[in-house]
Every structure is written in structure tokens, then in C-alpha cells.
């Protein structure tokens, strides 16, 4: 019955914030997009036989010198730019949610560790984290980025960007979520029904996964949603940097890097639109995760 109040009051909260509801509707027609990418796509970008250098810098079908077949232009390998985006999308989507995945799962596993310990193995554990908040993931990824081009070539990286991307955006952001979790453990572990668990002879392992690591999934879910957009926003820049996904596999910060050349000589829309698609990605997760944050926080409440 608690339970069914509670589901009930979600979708009524939820409902009644448009900018919620709005957020939502975007990112689920974004995710649709990324999903459903081979069936939408008029082109596929990876396969050099579609293409046609005759077609690079083709402008949008609306202006004069725009063609039917390229809704929003071409690029300068002469690439549709519709499919491009929408393949562009699914491969910022997957490093962003996939760096999430792994960063919460260390940063839990750790922050939980830490939390129930404490301790000599406490200490170690945040101090370790202090370390690693020092290095922002830019540095990391500039860091092991030339020396894995450097090692492997600019043919073979790319076989490997994607998995690469995933785990240096993933391994740097990982403190965030031991720091929160920790908290949380540390104010769990002295509850009554922890003390009851530990009574009647349980492992600390069950009781640190079965009984106090779900009371604090809830900052870990506020946390992940923001975090997905910080991926993303993370990829773009490091492949704009010449650090993330390489021209020839389309991601939404390596069609803002490979068009950004011709922005000035009036090619803009290589550029602008899909640095209008990650600019919709990222503001409706991060609306989303602002009121899945004052929903779950009972000391914030709305009018």
C-alpha cells in the first residue's frame, strides 16, 4: 500500500513540473533516435560506398543550393549530417552511460568498503580518492591518450576508442560517488536494524550489499543522472580536442570538431546542428536529474 502511495505520488509530482515533462519527452525522442539510428538514417556513415565526395558541403534542402536527399546538408567527407547524428547520438549515449556504469561501480564498491570499515582502511580509501580528485579527467585522458595513439596508431585506436573513452571518463569521476556513498554508510551503519543484523551472527558482506547498500542507492540515482550529462559533455570536449572519437566514427564532439573548421568559410551547418542536438542531451538530463533531486530530498518541497 506504501509502496502503490508512494508510485502514485511520482507521476503526480512529476506531472505537474513541465519542465520535467518537457525534458522527458526530448530525451526519449533523443533515445529513440540513437536506438532506431539504422532504420532513420538515410546513410550509413560508416559505409564508404554510400558516400560521395561529390556531395561534401551540400547546405540544408531549404536553401537554394540545398538537395531533398540531405535534409540538413552534408559534411566535408561529404556524409549526411541527419545520419550522422543520429549514429553520433547512439555513440555519445553509449560512452555516457557506459562511463557512468563503471564509475558508479567503483565509486560504490569503494564508498561502501570505506563507509562500513572504517579505519585504517577508511583513511586509505579517501585519501586515495583526494589523489584522484586532484587529476581532472581531461588530464587523464590526455595523459593515457597519447601514449595509447602513440602506441597503437591512429588506425588501431580507433578499433578501441569507444571502450577507451569509457574507462578514462569512468575511472576520474569515481570519488564523487565513494564520497557520497561513505556518507551514507556512515550514518546507516549505526541504525537499529544494522545493530540487529550483526546480533544475530550475519557476514559483514551481507549486510553491507543486502541491508545498507539499498538505503543509499537514492543520492547515487540523483548523482547518475547528472553524471550521465557530464560524460557526454566529457566525450564531446575530448574528441573536439582531437582526444576522443576519431572523424571517421561519427560522435556528436567529433561532428562539432569536424565542421568547426568550415564554420567561417559558411559551412555552419556541419557544426551547428549537431552541437544543437548535445546542447538538447545534456540540458534535458540535467533537468531531469535538478528534479529527481528535489523529489527524492524531503527537505525540498514545491508549491
Known sequence: MLRKFKDSYFWYSFRRDPVAVGSFIILLILLAMAIFA????????YDGSTIDLMDAETPPMWTANGLDTFWLGT?????????????????SLLIGIGAVALQSFMGIIIGLTAGYKGGRIDSFLMRVADVQLSF?????????????????????????????????????????YARTVRASVLAEKKKEYVEAARVIGLPPMRIMFRHIL????????VISTVQVANAV????????????????????????????????SGSWW????????????????????????????PKLYKD
Open 75 to 91: 559534411d566535408a567527407q561529404g556524409r549526411d549530417i541527419w545520419s550522422t547524428i543520429l549514429y553520433g547520438t547512439r555513440i
Open 136 to 176: 581532472s579527467s581531461y588530464m587523464v585522458a590526455i595523459f593515457f591518450g597519447a601514449i595509447l595513439q602513440a602506441a597503437l596508431g591512429v588506425s588501431r585506436y580507433a578499433d578501441v576508442a569507444v571502450p577507451f573513452l569509457i574507462f578514462v571518463i569512468g575511472f576520474s569521476e569515481w570519488p564523487q
Open 38 to 45: 539504422p532504420f532513420l538514417a538515410t546513410q550509413n556513415p
Open 233 to 264: 559533455m566529457s566525450e564531446a570536449a575530448l574528441s573536439f580536442l582531437g582526444l576522443g572519437m576519431p572523424v571517421n566514427q561519427p560522435s556528436l564532439g567529433s561532428l562539432i570538431k569536424s565542421g568547426f573548421a568550415y564554420f567561417m
Open 214 to 221: 539499498p538505503n543509499t542507492l537514492t543520492p547515487v540515482l
Open 270 to 297: 556541419i557544426t551547428l546542428f549537431p552541437g544543437l542536438i548535445l546542447v538538447l542531451l545534456v540540458l534535458s538530463i540535467n533537468l531531469l536529474g535538478d528534479w529527481l533531486r528535489d523529489f527524492l530530498n
